[in-house]
């Protein structure tokens, strides 16, 4: 049975990328961002990295 989750908005993450290369094809992680991203994510924080980078957060609802 799964919990009821009304009150919670989910929500996509992004890894941060840089723009694409030289082909257009393909994306590379943003050095700036997407190192802490990753940590975040290793370390289950993804919450407060979202919070302090609400434009990489793209709302469901």
């Keep these: 049975m799964l919990p009821d989750l009304k009150s919670v908005d989910p929500v996509g993450l992004s890894l941060p990328v840089g723009p694409p290369d030289a082909l257009g ?9 997407a190192p802490a991203f ?5 370390e289950d924080r993804l919450a407060q990295w979202a919070a302090r980078h609400p434009d990489q957060v793209n709302r469901t609802r």
């Design 25 to 33: 094809w393909r994306l590379s992680p943003d050095p700036e961002q």
């Design 38 to 42: 990753l940590a975040a994510l290793r």
